[in-house]
């Protein structure tokens, strides 16, 4: 077989024991073919996976990939299980709440890096198997996936099924998608975040080799960009040991029109991202002026000397 790499024009579940969704419009190489199977390596996922010939034949097609593509394809992420057991031998002898607090904030860094937040209203493949098409069944589902590959078929937020009978998604949100380059980039700069909360534990020289930087790059504590205030080490444990529901950390974007960047993307307080909402920092602060503008009657005298302040005016 002379085609390197095919794309398929739906999603396709695969075939065998472990199943797992082909997304539309995902490049993937071809492992290998025989007269039964194709086994397929798709862009967004880590395993090979396995198609029946028939529906290889009916959905794949061949797609030319660019060199930078061929590049991103082959780019390996950073080991969760290597950097976790660095971790753990260098934190050794701390206080083991932090260290365990550590652990789960470097935990949620590899999460946020390299996954997608998605949706859940996306089928699971269990409940797709047994799914049986009913009039306006598919309201319950979202073409979204959940937890997928930050490097999976971005698609439009507004998309809609255009098959009344099959619930399968098609992708993730374009404001979730990142290369796999980037997403080492991302991963990176979360890591050096952690390192400069106040109070955290220091990363050993290995770590830091591994992440292919330095100590210099761990000079200055790490602020949330909405308040700029320092975020705590010790507030994070102490919200997750009391409330497993409010959250202290949030991935954050500074401007999320701007996408899932390196230099975008930042460790800030859960009720500041909550505040910031889908705007960028700027247009918050445009929407508060805009606010002040068309209301001038609100300004009170505290509220007053606040915006002096800020400004410098007294």
Same mark, same amino acid.
Request: aromatic share 10%; glycine share 4%; with cysteine.
């Given at each position: ?17 472990? *199943? ?6 995902? #490049? ?22 396995? +198609? ?15 060199? $930078? ?16 057991? %660095?971790?753990? @031998?260098?934190? *050794? ?7 365990? =607090? ?23 493949? #269990? @409940?797709?198997?047994? !799914?049986? #098409? ?6 319950? /589902? ?18 809609? !099924? ?8 098609? =992708?993730?949100?374009?404001?979730? /998608?990142?290369? *796999?380059?980037?997403?080492? *980039?991302? /991963?990176? %700069?979360?890591?050096? $975040? ?5 109070? %955290? ?17 761990? +000079? ?15 507030? !994070? ?9 409010? $959250?202290?950390?949030? /991935? ?26 889908? !705007? ?12 002040? @503008? ?21």
């Amino acid at each position: 077989m002379t085609r390197m790499f095919v794309a398929p024009s739906k999603t396709i579940l695969s075939s065998g024991m472990k *199943k797992s969704w082909i997304i539309a419009n995902v #490049p993937c190489i071809i492992v290998h073919s025989d007269n039964d199977f194709v086994t397929l390596k798709p862009y967004d996922l880590q395993q090979k996976c396995l +198609i029946s010939k028939k529906n290889f034949d009916n959905f794949c097609k061949p797609v030319e990939v660019t060199e $930078q593509f061929l590049k991103d394809f082959h780019c390996k992420p950073f080991n969760k299980n290597y950097i976790m057991k %660095a971790c753990k @031998e260098c934190w *050794k002898d701390e206080n083991q709440e932090k260290v365990q =607090g550590m652990l789960k904030l470097v935990g949620k860094a590899y999460q946020d890096a390299y996954t997608s937040a998605g949706s859940a209203k996306c089928i699971k493949i #269990p @409940e797709y198997e047994q !799914y049986t #098409p009913k009039e306006n069944s598919l309201n319950r /589902f979202s073409p979204i996936l959940n937890r997928r590959s930050r490097n999976s078929h971005s698609i439009s937020n507004e998309i809609e !099924y255009t098959d009344n009978f099959d619930p399968a998604p098609f =992708g993730i949100r374009p404001i979730d /998608f990142a290369t *796999k380059e980037e997403q080492n *980039k991302i /991963f990176r %700069a979360l890591m050096i $975040q952690i390192c400069k909360f106040k109070g %955290a534990l220091s990363f050993s020289d290995k770590v830091l080799k591994y992440l292919q930087t330095s100590k210099e790059d761990l +000079i200055g504590t790490h602020i949330c960009k909405y308040c700029n205030e320092s975020m705590n080490i010790d507030d !994070y444990i102490k919200t997750q040991k009391y409330s497993a529901k409010k $959250q202290y950390v949030n /991935f954050c974007h500074d401007d999320p029109s701007k996408g899932t960047k390196h230099d975008n993307v930042y460790f800030g307080h859960n009720e500041c991202n909550s505040k910031q909402g889908g !705007y960028s920092i700027k247009e918050r602060l445009s929407q508060s002026v805009e606010l002040l @503008e068309n209301n001038p009657f609100l300004l009170d005298d505290g509220l007053r000397k606040r915006l002096e302040k800020c400004l410098n005016l007294n």
